[in-house]
């Protein structure tokens, strides 16, 4: 058992998953890595549990029974981790819009650089965004600076998923009370974070749109994250005494 998991969701990501998986063990630095599936009708789980008798005690697989969201997959992969003695939890894409070469950058900045939570972000340091068209670069860049201006958060990329927890992270937020389970989740488990006093720091990285299969961006996701930090931002969360 390594000192870090990766935690990867998927629903119908059978094109990458071997692949995703094949390059995260390949890293200098090892990781465990969780796979969370949302019952995938195209058969990933069944890709995922071949790829078990290589990687025993190394690859691991929770099927959940439904498609609910991106938020509660990474809360039922929190609280397996947790119930574990991974002491940094990694939130990683399976469709390689999230390098895994990125990985030990993210891990060394909590290790090394005393960060409880590292996010890996695309506007640090510019826009550092590869394939998507126009309107998409700048609708995410712009409501990561909505986002800012609404909730007083001082990083860049404020609804990035690419993110490395300390476990001390994921023990103190009230992962139970968490409210969004789609895009704004990204949003509200840093705020909560920030609001606690963690000392969250940002890692540039190369964000590359996906190029096999489909993306679960939709409408309702958007709306979720425009109208409801409104609400979270209101009802607040007083610092960590």
């Known amino acids: 058992m390594q000192d870090s998991l990766v ?4 629903y119908n990501e059978k094109e990458t ?7 995260t063990f390949s890293q200098k630095k090892a990781f465990d890595i969780l796979i969370v599936d949302d019952s995938s009708p195209d058969g990933t789980s069944t890709i995922v549990k071949d790829l078990q008798k290589e990687y025993p005690d190394r690859l691991y697989l929770e099927v959940r029974n439904k498609k609910d969201g991106l938020g509660r997959a990474y809360i039922h992969g929190f609280k ?5 003695k991974y002491e940094y939890i990694i939130e990683m ?3 390689f819009s999230h390098n895994p070469a990125d990985l030990e950058r993210l891990y060394d900045k909590c290790v090394s650089d005393g960060a409880d939570l590292s ?8 826009v550092n965004v590869v394939n998507w068209p126009m309107k998409r670069v700048l609708l995410s860049y ?8 609404v909730t007083g958060m001082p990083f860049h990329d404020t609804t990035a998923g690419f993110v490395c927890y300390n476990r001390k992270v994921l023990e103190t937020i009230q992962l139970d009370k968490i409210k969004f ?3 704004a989740f990204q949003i509200e488990m840093k705020f909560k974070a920030w609001k606690h006093g963690f000392n969250v720091q940002e890692v540039s990285v190369i964000f590359t749109d996906r190029t096999l299969g489909e993306s679960k961006m939709s409408k309702t996701i958007i709306t979720e994250a425009i109208f409801g930090i409104i609400k979270m931002r209101l009802s607040g969360l007083p610092k960590a005494s």
């Open 17 to 23: 998953i071997e692949i995703i998986v094949r390059a």
């Open 93 to 95: 894409d399976a469709d």
């Open 7 to 10: 935690i990867i969701p998927t």
């Open 80 to 84: 397996w981790a947790l119930k574990r």
């Open 181 to 183: 389970i789609g895009y």
């Open 119 to 126: 996010i890996g972000s695309r506007y640090s340091q510019g």
């Open 142 to 149: 712009f409501a990561s600076k909505y986002v800012q201006f």
